[in-house]
Protein backbone atom coordinates (compact mmCIF):
# COMPACT_ATOMS: atom_id res chain seq x y z
CA UNK A 1 0.00 0.00 0.00
CA UNK A 2 1.56 3.24 -1.16
CA UNK A 3 1.13 6.72 0.82
CA UNK A 4 2.04 9.78 1.10
CA UNK A 5 1.54 12.21 4.16
CA UNK A 6 4.30 14.69 4.75
CA UNK A 7 3.86 14.88 8.30
CA UNK A 8 3.98 10.79 8.86
CA UNK A 9 4.95 8.60 6.07
CA UNK A 10 5.71 8.76 2.08
CA UNK A 11 6.80 6.31 -0.29
CA UNK A 12 9.89 5.19 -1.89
CA UNK A 13 7.92 6.74 -5.47
CA UNK A 14 7.47 10.15 -3.81
CA UNK A 15 10.70 10.81 -3.16
CA UNK A 16 11.95 9.63 -6.12
CA UNK A 17 10.35 12.18 -7.32
CA UNK A 18 11.33 14.40 -5.14
CA UNK A 19 15.12 13.69 -4.75
CA UNK A 20 16.90 17.00 -5.94
CA UNK A 21 14.25 19.66 -4.96
CA UNK A 22 16.32 22.72 -3.05
CA UNK A 23 13.68 22.34 0.04
CA UNK A 24 14.10 18.29 0.65
CA UNK A 25 16.26 17.34 3.29
CA UNK A 26 16.70 13.15 3.45
CA UNK A 27 18.19 11.77 6.69
CA UNK A 28 19.74 8.71 7.07
CA UNK A 29 18.76 7.49 11.00
CA UNK A 30 20.39 4.40 11.04
CA UNK A 31 20.78 2.70 14.67
CA UNK A 32 20.75 -1.34 15.71
CA UNK A 33 21.43 -2.31 18.93
CA UNK A 34 25.25 -4.01 19.85
CA UNK A 35 23.93 -7.74 19.23
CA UNK A 36 23.33 -7.17 15.25
CA UNK A 37 26.93 -6.21 14.54
CA UNK A 38 26.43 -3.15 12.57
CA UNK A 39 28.12 0.27 12.20
CA UNK A 40 25.40 2.67 10.55
CA UNK A 41 28.02 5.34 10.04
CA UNK A 42 29.67 2.79 7.81
CA UNK A 43 27.05 1.42 6.08
CA UNK A 44 26.39 5.37 5.27
CA UNK A 45 29.43 5.59 3.76
CA UNK A 46 29.41 3.02 1.80
CA UNK A 47 25.75 3.40 0.37
CA UNK A 48 23.10 5.89 1.13
CA UNK A 49 20.04 7.60 -0.27
CA UNK A 50 21.57 10.29 -2.88
CA UNK A 51 21.82 13.81 -1.04
CA UNK A 52 21.17 11.88 2.29
CA UNK A 53 23.37 12.85 5.71
CA UNK A 54 23.69 10.96 8.63
CA UNK A 55 21.64 11.27 11.55
CA UNK A 56 23.55 10.00 14.85
CA UNK A 57 20.73 9.54 17.16
CA UNK A 58 23.57 8.80 20.02
CA UNK A 59 25.18 12.32 19.37
CA UNK A 60 22.16 14.01 18.93
CA UNK A 61 21.26 13.29 22.56
CA UNK A 62 21.48 14.76 26.03
CA UNK A 63 24.85 13.62 27.03
CA UNK A 64 24.37 14.96 30.73
CA UNK A 65 22.30 12.16 31.38
CA UNK A 66 23.22 8.58 31.74
CA UNK A 67 20.25 6.70 29.76
CA UNK A 68 21.21 6.32 26.35
CA UNK A 69 20.50 8.75 23.20
CA UNK A 70 17.83 10.74 25.73
CA UNK A 71 16.24 14.13 23.73
CA UNK A 72 19.02 16.68 23.57
CA UNK A 73 18.39 20.34 25.29
CA UNK A 74 16.53 22.23 22.44
CA UNK A 75 20.00 24.60 21.94
CA UNK A 76 21.96 21.50 21.20
CA UNK A 77 19.08 20.36 18.69
CA UNK A 78 18.91 23.47 16.66
CA UNK A 79 23.20 23.67 16.56
CA UNK A 80 22.93 19.62 15.02
CA UNK A 81 20.43 20.28 12.88
CA UNK A 82 21.94 23.85 11.79
CA UNK A 83 25.55 21.40 11.29
CA UNK A 84 23.72 18.80 8.77
CA UNK A 85 21.96 22.31 6.84
CA UNK A 86 18.07 20.97 8.24
CA UNK A 87 16.55 24.62 9.46
CA UNK A 88 13.47 26.49 8.69
CA UNK A 89 11.83 25.54 5.52
CA UNK A 90 12.88 21.89 4.88
CA UNK A 91 10.79 19.10 4.18
CA UNK A 92 12.32 16.33 6.01
CA UNK A 93 12.15 12.91 4.84
CA UNK A 94 14.01 10.30 6.98
CA UNK A 95 14.74 6.77 6.71
CA UNK A 96 16.88 3.65 8.12
CA UNK A 97 19.01 0.81 7.13
CA UNK A 98 16.33 -1.85 8.90
CA UNK A 99 13.42 -0.66 7.22
CA UNK A 100 11.29 1.13 9.93
CA UNK A 101 12.99 1.30 13.29
CA UNK A 102 14.96 3.69 14.31
CA UNK A 103 13.59 6.54 11.41
CA UNK A 104 10.22 6.84 13.89
CA UNK A 105 12.72 7.76 16.81
CA UNK A 106 13.80 10.88 15.30
CA UNK A 107 10.68 11.74 13.58
CA UNK A 108 9.46 11.92 17.07
CA UNK A 109 12.07 14.04 17.94
CA UNK A 110 11.44 16.42 15.69
CA UNK A 111 8.00 16.46 16.70
CA UNK A 112 9.02 17.14 19.86
CA UNK A 113 11.37 20.06 18.94
CA UNK A 114 7.92 21.30 17.29
CA UNK A 115 9.02 20.77 13.85
CA UNK A 116 6.34 18.64 12.16
CA UNK A 117 7.71 19.33 8.69
CA UNK A 118 8.84 15.56 8.95
CA UNK A 119 7.94 12.09 7.63
CA UNK A 120 9.30 8.37 7.39
CA UNK A 121 10.08 6.40 4.12
CA UNK A 122 7.82 3.68 4.66
CA UNK A 123 9.66 0.59 3.90
CA UNK A 124 13.74 2.47 4.13
CA UNK A 125 16.62 1.91 2.51
CA UNK A 126 16.03 -1.87 2.02
CA UNK A 127 12.96 -1.32 0.15
CA UNK A 128 14.47 1.81 -1.48
CA UNK A 129 17.31 -0.88 -2.70
CA UNK A 130 14.91 -3.78 -4.01
CA UNK A 131 13.58 -1.41 -6.35
CA UNK A 132 16.54 -0.72 -8.06
CA UNK A 133 16.87 3.00 -6.62
CA UNK A 134 19.84 4.84 -7.08
CA UNK A 135 22.47 4.95 -3.66
CA UNK A 136 25.58 7.15 -3.25
CA UNK A 137 28.79 7.06 -1.32
CA UNK A 138 29.48 10.35 -1.33
CA UNK A 139 28.55 12.58 1.02
CA UNK A 140 26.18 16.41 0.25
CA UNK A 141 28.05 19.95 0.28
CA UNK A 142 26.20 21.41 3.61
CA UNK A 143 25.48 25.12 4.06
CA UNK A 144 24.47 26.09 7.78
CA UNK A 145 20.69 26.81 7.69
CA UNK A 146 18.98 28.27 11.03
CA UNK A 147 16.44 26.61 12.52
CA UNK A 148 13.53 27.60 15.03
CA UNK A 149 12.68 24.88 17.39
CA UNK A 150 10.68 24.88 20.67
CA UNK A 151 10.09 21.81 22.56
CA UNK A 152 6.88 20.46 23.11
CA UNK A 153 6.35 19.28 26.73
CA UNK A 154 3.25 17.11 25.62
CA UNK A 155 4.79 14.41 23.56
CA UNK A 156 7.33 12.98 26.42
CA UNK A 157 7.06 11.54 29.43
CA UNK A 158 9.80 11.09 32.68
CA UNK A 159 9.64 7.94 34.78
CA UNK A 160 7.50 10.06 37.94
CA UNK A 161 5.01 10.91 35.12
CA UNK A 162 5.03 7.23 34.10
CA UNK A 163 4.57 5.39 37.46
CA UNK A 164 2.12 7.46 38.29
CA UNK A 165 0.06 7.07 35.60
CA UNK A 166 0.79 3.19 36.11
CA UNK A 167 -0.10 2.95 39.75
CA UNK A 168 -3.80 5.56 39.43
CA UNK A 169 -4.52 3.89 35.34
CA UNK A 170 -4.29 6.96 34.22
CA UNK A 171 -3.38 6.51 30.30
CA UNK A 172 -2.81 3.38 28.34
CA UNK A 173 0.68 2.06 28.35
CA UNK A 174 2.45 0.15 25.07
CA UNK A 175 5.39 -1.63 25.28
CA UNK A 176 7.28 -2.26 21.70
CA UNK A 177 9.11 -5.07 22.54
CA UNK A 178 9.13 -8.37 21.70
CA UNK A 179 6.97 -10.36 23.59
CA UNK A 180 9.45 -12.53 25.68
CA UNK A 181 10.93 -9.15 26.59
CA UNK A 182 7.66 -8.05 28.19
CA UNK A 183 6.72 -11.23 29.75
CA UNK A 184 9.77 -11.66 31.35
CA UNK A 185 10.81 -14.54 29.47
CA UNK A 186 13.91 -13.70 27.98
CA UNK A 187 17.07 -11.57 29.21
CA UNK A 188 17.52 -7.85 28.59
CA UNK A 189 20.13 -6.77 26.11
CA UNK A 190 21.54 -4.65 28.53
CA UNK A 191 23.37 -5.78 31.78
CA UNK A 192 21.86 -4.94 35.24
CA UNK A 193 17.80 -4.69 34.13
CA UNK A 194 15.56 -6.60 35.51
CA UNK A 195 12.92 -8.38 33.32
CA UNK A 196 9.35 -7.83 32.60
CA UNK A 197 7.06 -4.73 32.40
CA UNK A 198 5.77 -1.90 33.57
CA UNK A 199 2.44 -2.99 35.87
CA UNK A 200 -0.85 -1.95 33.75
CA UNK A 201 1.24 -2.20 30.43
CA UNK A 202 0.14 -3.93 27.58
CA UNK A 203 2.33 -5.67 24.94
CA UNK A 204 2.37 -4.15 20.92
CA UNK A 205 5.29 -5.37 19.60
CA UNK A 206 6.87 -2.95 17.19
CA UNK A 207 7.32 -5.62 14.57
CA UNK A 208 2.87 -6.86 14.33
CA UNK A 209 2.77 -3.24 13.02
CA UNK A 210 4.29 -3.51 10.13
CA UNK A 211 4.26 -5.91 6.63
CA UNK A 212 6.45 -8.05 5.71
CA UNK A 213 8.44 -5.65 3.78
CA UNK A 214 8.80 -3.64 6.62
CA UNK A 215 6.29 -0.84 5.66
CA UNK A 216 3.50 0.52 7.93
CA UNK A 217 0.14 -1.74 8.10
CA UNK A 218 -2.98 0.40 6.86
CA UNK A 219 -4.54 2.11 9.23
CA UNK A 220 -7.70 0.15 9.22
CA UNK A 221 -5.10 -2.88 10.68
CA UNK A 222 -2.96 -0.75 13.24
CA UNK A 223 -6.06 0.46 14.64
CA UNK A 224 -7.35 -3.25 15.01
CA UNK A 225 -3.81 -4.86 16.14
CA UNK A 226 -4.03 -1.99 19.34
CA UNK A 227 -7.42 -3.11 20.20
CA UNK A 228 -6.80 -6.81 20.17
CA UNK A 229 -4.09 -5.53 22.66
CA UNK A 230 -6.41 -4.34 25.09
CA UNK A 231 -5.61 -0.79 24.00
CA UNK A 232 -8.63 1.23 24.34
CA UNK A 233 -7.78 4.04 21.65
CA UNK A 234 -10.05 6.56 23.35
CA UNK A 235 -7.86 6.97 26.03
CA UNK A 236 -4.17 8.89 26.24
CA UNK A 237 -1.40 6.94 25.29
CA UNK A 238 2.13 6.65 26.79
CA UNK A 239 4.43 4.52 24.37
CA UNK A 240 7.21 2.44 25.81
CA UNK A 241 10.23 -0.04 24.57
CA UNK A 242 13.90 -0.85 25.54
CA UNK A 243 15.46 2.96 25.24
CA UNK A 244 12.54 4.85 23.16
CA UNK A 245 13.47 3.85 20.01
CA UNK A 246 11.33 1.96 18.72
CA UNK A 247 8.55 3.42 20.74
CA UNK A 248 8.48 6.03 18.20
CA UNK A 249 7.11 3.20 15.85
CA UNK A 250 3.99 2.99 17.85
CA UNK A 251 3.79 6.48 17.90
CA UNK A 252 4.42 6.97 14.61
CA UNK A 253 1.76 3.95 14.02
CA UNK A 254 -1.26 5.94 16.53
CA UNK A 255 -0.49 9.08 14.46
CA UNK A 256 -1.02 7.66 11.46
CA UNK A 257 -4.70 6.28 12.84
CA UNK A 258 -6.11 9.92 13.96
CA UNK A 259 -4.76 9.22 17.66
CA UNK A 260 -3.08 12.76 18.88
CA UNK A 261 -3.01 12.34 22.79
CA UNK A 262 0.05 10.30 22.68
CA UNK A 263 3.32 10.77 24.31
CA UNK A 264 6.62 8.74 24.72
CA UNK A 265 8.70 7.32 27.82
CA UNK A 266 12.01 8.49 26.74
CA UNK A 267 13.74 6.32 29.40
CA UNK A 268 12.14 3.22 29.09
CA UNK A 269 12.79 -0.14 29.89
CA UNK A 270 16.18 0.93 30.63
CA UNK A 271 15.19 3.49 33.42
CA UNK A 272 12.31 1.70 34.71
CA UNK A 273 14.05 -2.08 34.89
CA UNK A 274 17.23 -0.48 36.65
CA UNK A 275 15.19 1.00 39.44
CA UNK A 276 14.81 -1.69 42.42
CA UNK A 277 12.02 0.71 43.98
CA UNK A 278 9.92 0.65 40.92
CA UNK A 279 7.50 -2.37 40.48
CA UNK A 280 7.61 -5.11 37.60
CA UNK A 281 4.98 -7.21 36.62
CA UNK A 282 6.12 -10.57 34.75
CA UNK A 283 3.70 -13.03 32.44
Same mark, same amino acid.
Given at each position: ???? /???? &? =?? $????? /? *? ?16 ? *?? +? ?10 ? @? ?14 ? /? ?23 ? #? ?10 ? %?? #?????? #???? *? ?5 ? /????? !? ?19 ? $? ?9 ? =??? =?????? &? ?6 ? %??? %? ?6 ? @??? +? ?10 ? !? ?46 ? &???? &? ?23 ? !? =????
Amino acid at each position: MSRT /DLKT &L =VS $TDWLA /D *QIGEPDLRVLDASWYLPA *QN +RDPKAEYAESHI @PGARFFDIDAVSDSNS /DLPHMAPPVEKFMSRMRALGVGDGH #RVVVYDGAGLFS %AA #RVWWLF #RHMG *QDNIAVL /DGGLP !KWIAEGRPTESTAPVIRDRHM $TATRNPALVKD =VTQ =VALASK &LNQAEIID %ARA %AERFRGDA @PEP +RQGLRAGHIPNS !KNVPFTTLLNEDKTMKSPLELASIFEAAGVDLDRPIITSCGSGVTAAV &LSLA &LEIIGHRDHALYDGSWTEWGSYDDL !K =VEQG
